[in-house]
């Protein structure tokens, strides 16, 4: 591989810089009493501290796993620290409570917590290491009836909505880390939009790890009611460190019937340097279950993390359900994703689409596993899978896992898979027309991508093409 | 404009150019012919900055610069254009997308303003008709799908936009009928200025029939056998290469 593609994949992360605030931090190690302790500190109901009791008790009996393609250090649980807080964050009134070092960092982080997101029409909750700092627009959103708050406020101030589906799509007992998470979560956001309301806004979530030794574990439900529609976008970013950090998050996701839930995920959490150090483990659980007619949407941009392990899933449970999926994975330097989704087709004439853009520079392992599974009852279920990978050099790995079970004699499958190398002619001709090499190979792999982007609402779709072009930075030579 | 001296380049351990030199100036179509094999399209790669040849000596200087000393995007940037051969396929990105993504960058490169796809679309509307080309064809990916008569006219559309000083088509004829033929030799006609210079690699003369050139070169095993004017061309349609070859010691 020539120089180009070597120096364009190798760019600083922009991101890697630390707040230096003062955090309420629990001592390392995890054990009942930690349980306890984090669910005291968010004054949280006897329901919730047995339901993380009992997820804890079900945690110490399992095992990670170890099925995914993925090489690393296994987690030492007792080294971490599973609770930080930004000291100042008391209940909140208003944003202008809020510290105004946490107000800097996201604004260096490009997001403005004040009013100026006004304009752009999008509401924002802000995560930083384990708390919500603050979520923007509040008033508009109230006065459509749509609820969006951390989701420690709406255990005080919706309990009945958190009984009724927290750990309904994603139970504490699913895996070992929706287990550990359901034990330790600190915080998260919540969405409620009620029957048959279009949520006005694009609502954001930004999740920021700050402290050192410190994971991460949020959780977020979003629950749309019939006929409702939302809209939602995560990003995360974290400091540089050389030590590995784990983020081990839970997203439920609830589309009653006819209800429309579209999840956007953009993660540039640190991935460690170009020799594999430090980084981001970033081990994720998230579903959704769409009842009749409704939809729910995964767009996933993943350019971030050491490791990454998730699959977005749908459970197409109510008849004439649309699961969907749109995923770009990026692996670059010694970055590994093992990411896919799950399609459980239950009722009748359910629909799911696959589209996976896996890209791979460096010495970086991309992996793609999927899961479609039509249950007897299905009639008439259909999937359409496209699995495409991208080789940017020749050191780098791009694996296809597929699993297809089908019950149902009427439904209809389709798989297609590709494997492409962006080519040094394909970048020579770039530059005969005077792009030069990073302009060149964003151009490619933005094509590449382009069923993906054009899924993502408009203001971040740009913002995904950007980073894309950032993290292959000196992966051509 | 541009002076080749001596040139000498080889494909690994392969020597294919063995001692090149040529003039072109300003105003001036030439055609380099040769049978296959003789180092026609590496000479049109090496102008244009592939990194897959390497110059092992000789120059080439460009308006008074060492061409060999820029990259391709900035050989392209001052001017120079390779209508490739065999165009690549850029899948996703659409044609108008790329065509303004390049006219910018050359733009940028002189200090001008970048034109937005508003602004940009009528000017290639208006380089469309040159070539004969459906509007439609922009929005669709970059040669992707593209036949091959397609392919070449695109590459003269591209060239129509981007306004070279020095522009070589390499092979430009080959896979195409008479009536595309025809069509883009008038797009390459019709583009010429007494300001710019057209470097024409092909192998048949029927081309030429349309681009007339003033001077016509026979490359033949690495170097330029013979130099003549346009009636040269002529002779070879009638007679072949053979005659050229043995007396200048190169196997056939």
Not at chain 1, 148 to 166: N, R, T
Not at chain 1, 427 to 445: D, M, P, W
Not at chain 2, 152 to 165: D, G, H, S, W, Y
Request: glycine letters at 8%; aromatic letters at 8%; a negative charge.
């Amino acid at each position: 591989m020539s120089a180009s593609i070597e120096t364009l994949v190798n760019k600083e992360y922009q991101y890697g810089f630390v707040t230096d605030i003062e955090s309420d931090t629990i001592p390392v190690g995890l054990t009942e009493e930690t349980v306890r302790l984090i669910s005291a500190k968010k004054q949280e109901p006897q329901w919730l501290l047995d339901w993380r009791l009992k997820a804890f008790r079900r945690w110490l009996t399992m095992t990670e796993p170890s099925w995914p393609n993925v090489k690393y250090t296994k987690v030492d649980y007792q080294a971490q620290t599973y609770y930080s807080a930004p000291k100042s964050v008391k209940p909140l009134q208003s944003l202008d409570e809020v510290d105004p070092e946490l107000l800097r960092t996201y604004e260096k982080l490009g997001i403005s917590l004040t009013e100026q997101k006004r304009l752009s029409g999008v509401a924002v909750d802000a995560i930083f290491d384990s708390v919500s700092v603050g979520t923007t627009m509040k008033d508009e959103l109230k006065k459509a009836g749509v609820v969006f708050c951390s989701f420690g406020e709406a255990v005080h101030e919706h309990p009945d909505l958190i009984q009724k589906y927290l750990g309904s799509v994603v139970p504490y007992s699913d895996n070992f880390f929706a287990a550990l998470n359901s034990a330790v979560f600190s915080d998260g956001s919540f969405v409620f939009v009620p029957k048959g309301v279009k949520c006005p806004l694009e609502l954001s979530t930004y999740f920021r790890i700050n402290a050192a030794e410190t994971g991460q574990f949020e959780r977020t439900l979003i629950v749309a009611e019939e006929g409702a529609s939302v809209s939602y976008l995560e990003g995360c970013t974290a400091p540089k460190r050389s030590t590995n950090q784990l983020h081990a998050a839970v997203v439920e996701l609830i589309a009653l019937d006819d209800a429309t839930i579209k999840y956007s995920t953009v993660q540039n959490w640190y991935a460690g340097d170009a020799d594999g150090v430090g980084g981001i483990y970033n081990f994720v659980t998230k579903r959704g279950k769409a009842m009749a007619r409704a939809k729910i949407s995964w767009t996933q941009v993943e350019t971030g993390s050491a490791i990454t392990w998730k699959y977005p899933s749908v459970i197409l449970q109510g008849d004439d359900s649309t699961g969907e999926f749109y995923s770009v994975a990026v692996v670059n330097n010694h970055q590994q994703a093992d990411t896919g989704t799950k399609m459980i087709h239950i009722g009748r004439n359910t629909k799911s689409t696959i589209i996976s853009k896996g890209i791979s520079a460096g010495h970086g392992q991309n992996s793609y596993r999927g899961q479609v599974k039509v249950l007897p009852k299905a009639e008439g279920a259909r999937n359409y899978t496209q699995c495409d990978s991208m080789l940017i050099g020749n050191k780098c790995g791009a694996h296809t896992f597929p699993y297809i079970e089908v019950a149902n004699d009427s439904a209809t499958l389709e798989h297609e898979a590709s494997t492409s190398k962006i080519g040094e002619d394909q970048i020579f001709y770039c530059k005969q027309r005077g792009l030069n090499t990073e302009h060149a190979i964003s151009l490619i792999v933005a094509g590449f991508c382009k069923e993906v982007f054009k899924e993502l609402p408009m203001e971040f779709a740009l913002e995904a093409q950007q980073l894309l072009g950032i993290s292959l930075e000196g992966s051509v030579g | 404009m541009l002076r080749i001296s001596d040139l000498h380049a080889s494909a690994g351990d392969k020597p294919i150019l063995k001692g090149i030199s040529l003039d072109v100036r300003a105003g001036e179509v030439h055609a380099i012919m040769g049978p296959n094999g003789s180092g026609k399209s590496t000479l049109a790669q090496i102008i244009a900055g592939h990194p897959g040849y390497e110059v092992t000596s000789g120059s080439i200087s460009y308006e008074g610069e060492d061409l060999l000393d820029l990259d391709a995007e900035e050989r392209a940037q001052r001017g120079v254009f390779l209508a490739f051969q065999y165009p690549v396929e850029i899948p996703g990105v659409t044609n108008a997308y790329f065509l303004r993504a390049a006219y910018n960058e050359i733009r940028k490169a002189h200090g001008e303003e970048e034109v937005d796809p508003i602004e940009f679309l009528d000017l290639v509307e208006e380089k469309l008709k040159l070539v004969d080309m459906d509007p439609a064809m922009l929005h669709r990916s970059v040669n992707a799908g593209f036949s091959g008569g397609e392919k070449k006219r695109n590459e003269i559309l591209q060239m129509a936009v981007l306004a070279p000083k020095l522009a070589v088509l390499d092979e430009t004829d080959s896979g195409l009928d008479i009536d595309a033929l025809r069509i883009v030799a008038n797009g390459v006609n019709a583009l010429k200025r007494p300001t710019n210079a057209t470097v024409v690699v092909t192998h048949y003369q029927r081309l030429l029939d349309y681009i007339i050139p003033d001077h016509v070169h026979v490359l033949a095993g690495g170097r330029i056998i013979r130099s003549g004017g346009k009636e040269l061309a002529h002779e070879l349609e009638a007679k072949g290469y053979d005659w050229l070859l043995e007396p200048a010691g190169v196997g056939a």
